[in-house]
């Protein structure tokens, strides 16, 4: 089945760049989220990529695709305070019939942010 | 506030009995998706209904079972609990089957099994 994987931690200093890398294994067309969970919280929606696409930039957050490499990244601009949290990355496959098994999500990576 | 309310938001309870997780989906949304989040598994996808009819199944137990109502809100049936099945249940909506374009999700109901 699909595997996602991320690293657990990360660490940077607040005003600095924040970059999340996320590598999943699904060979087919497939659809790509970034969810953030804060504490005691549900998980928000980020932004989504679709694989026929390389890059995405909403605001202070650019995410890049390497389809090849099947790597994913997530990257913060000018780090905040509020931007700690856990990411998720997650996928799930492009059907044509629009049928669903659910996301596929990596363990979640944990964003500390240094003053 | 997502727009996808989860009750309740705590549950105590003790082995071997059942309880029932509620989920109102945004509105106008006719999926409603269900995820269990533990420390050792993860998120993991239990289950997905779409306008009353179960659309996909997961990773859920024989003693999990869940059902969506005419009025689109869904509950999360969890019989002869046991202390693995302690974690934070989450229900996620979409406006389409395949929620290609993300999930809301709520808040969860973090179930401790005593």
């Known amino acids: 089945g699909e595997d996602v994987e991320q690293s657990l931690f990360l660490s940077v200093r607040e005003g600095d760049s924040s970059v999340i890398n996320c590598t999943y294994t699904?060979?087919?067309?497939?659809?790509l989220y970034w969810y953030k969970q804060e504490p005691g919280a549900g998980l928000q929606l980020l932004t989504y990529?679709?694989?026929?696409?390389d890059m995405k930039q909403d605001q202070r957050l650019t995410v890049l695709l390497n389809k090849k490499d099947k790597h994913l990244s997530l990257r913060i601009a000018d780090t905040q305070t509020g931007d700690s949290a856990i990411y998720f990355c997650?996928?799930?496959?492009?059907?044509?019939?629009?049928?669903?098994?659910?996301?596929?999500f990596g363990k979640g990576t944990h964003l500390i942010i240094q003053p | 506030d997502s727009g996808v309310t989860q009750t309740p938001k705590h549950l105590i309870t003790a082995t071997g009995q059942r309880v029932t997780l509620r989920c109102s989906p945004r509105s106008g949304d006719l999926s409603v998706y269900w995820y269990q989040q533990s420390l050792d598994q993860g998120l993991q996808f239990l289950i997905q209904?779409?306008?009353?009819?179960?659309?996909a199944k997961g990773n859920i137990l024989e003693r999990f079972s869940a059902q969506q109502f005419p009025d689109l809100h869904s509950e999360l049936n969890l019989s002869s609990l046991e202390l693995g099945d302690s974690a934070l249940y989450f229900c996620?909506?979409?406006?389409?089957?395949?929620?290609?374009?993300?999930?809301?999700f709520g808040s969860g109901t973090r179930l401790t099994v005593v």
């Open positions: 990529i679709f694989s026929n696409m």
């Open positions: 997650a996928e799930t496959p492009m059907y044509s019939g629009g049928g669903a098994d659910g996301l596929t």
């Open positions: 996620a909506s979409s406006v389409d089957t395949g929620g290609n374009y993300g999930y809301t």
């Open positions: 209904y779409y306008n009353g009819e179960e659309r």
């Open positions: 699904d060979s087919s067309s497939t659809y």
